[in-house]
């Protein structure tokens, strides 16, 4: 079924990404970085697969910002090695997914822009894993306004953010409603890129939008959290989900805070997967933290169903993602002394 012309290496590419994800950190390592100083665990994840980011970046960074710049240079080289070497259908598919770390750059330059962020400062911050290389975003980083740095970006990626959004952009300075636009377009986009022809791209293509629904609930609780409630919130809900749809998230809009969110979302699958981890204590950092375990666990599971599909590259992605969020999560933690069960708490495992 994969062999066929323009559907993709799709075995080579797996075996590739089983290798890397067989190389990825375990619990017990993490449980032992738990145990170190910032220095210690710098290296640590050297031994461990970042060596050469921690060399070539250890003339200009120590300590935290070490370890920040070292594991997003690592994940950037690791994705954009897989989106370079795949090819066909597959590299379609991957190159849709990876399209997120374009749209977080855009926000991350639009940002440093508004608040007049030194460029290189700004430029420290960017994560070149996806389509645009280090040389677009340089292009995008010399504009000066908005307009400008959103119209070099729609030329490479294809995306229209409207006249009436960018008008209000000007009208108010408020970021805000670009950047819904831009998650919109995000997964609109890649839900077009996933073909539903085969099982294998029609379980991709569902994970995806459950992903949709996580990220829509997600939005909900963290708005509960900022104590808004009603249309406001239902104006960031994202379509495309397999259950919140446009109705459910007014419901869970119109929840009056954080618990009572979780109350209505009992009407959702995601719900029965979820709830033993919660509790009437739950704050909104442990429930946005169940919510990320639950999208890593459900990856790995559909990642081990079809071993020659786009499935596993994702998987293996998202677990990558996940383990450049632990290392950074326990180094900030450690560094600003927050003590060890908590941190172990916060782990994405």
């Avoid at 797996?14 to 619990?27: D, F, H, I």
Wanted: charged share 25%; net charge negative.
């Amino acid at each position: 079924m994969f062999n066929r012309s323009g559907a993709g290496n799709y075995s080579y590419t797996s075996a590739r990404v089983k290798a890397k994800k067989s190389k990825l950190l375990k619990e017990e390592d993490y449980n032992k970085m738990l145990m170190m100083s910032v220095p210690e665990i710098s290296h640590y994840i050297s031994d461990a697969g970042y060596s050469k980011e921690m060399a070539d970046l250890g003339n200009r960074y120590e300590g935290l910002s070490l370890v920040e710049y070292a594991t997003y240079a690592n994940m950037a080289k690791a994705f954009r090695s897989i989106l370079n070497s795949s090819t066909g259908a597959l590299s379609r598919m991957v190159n849709a997914y990876l399209t997120k770390w374009d749209f977080e750059n855009l926000k991350t330059i639009m940002r440093g822009k508004k608040y007049g962020l030194p460029i290189e400062e700004i430029r420290e911050d960017l994560v070149p894993a996806g389509n645009l290389s280090m040389d677009d975003l340089d292009k995008m980083l010399s504009l000066t306004t908005i307009e400008d740095i959103l119209a070099a970006f729609s030329k490479k990626i294809h995306i229209v953010v409207p006249d009436d959004v960018i008008s209000s952009y000007k009208t108010n300075g408020i970021l805000g409603s670009i950047e819904d636009v831009l998650v919109k377009e995000y997964y609109k986009n890649l839900l077009a890129s996933i073909s539903s022809s085969d099982r294998p791209t029609q379980i991709f293509r569902t994970y995806i939008k459950t992903c949709i629904d996580l990220k829509n609930v997600e939005t909900v609780l963290k708005f509960k959290a900022d104590g808004i409630t009603g249309d406001v919130v239902v104006e960031y809900w994202i379509p495309g989900g397999t259950e919140v749809d446009e109705k459910v998230m007014s419901q869970l809009a119109a929840a009056q805070d954080i618990q009572a969110a979780v109350n209505e979302m009992q009407q959702l699958r995601m719900y029965s997967e979820i709830k033993d981890s919660l509790s009437q204590d739950s704050t909104i950092l442990d429930i946005v933290g169940v919510i990320n375990k639950y999208r890593v666990e459900l990856a790995n599971k559909v990642g081990h169903m079809y071993p020659l599909s786009v499935i596993p590259v994702v998987d293996y992605m998202i677990h990558k993602e996940n383990e450049v969020r632990n290392i950074r999560m326990i180094a900030h933690g450690t560094d600003s002394g927050l003590d060890r069960d908590t941190m172990k708490k916060l782990l994405v495992i």
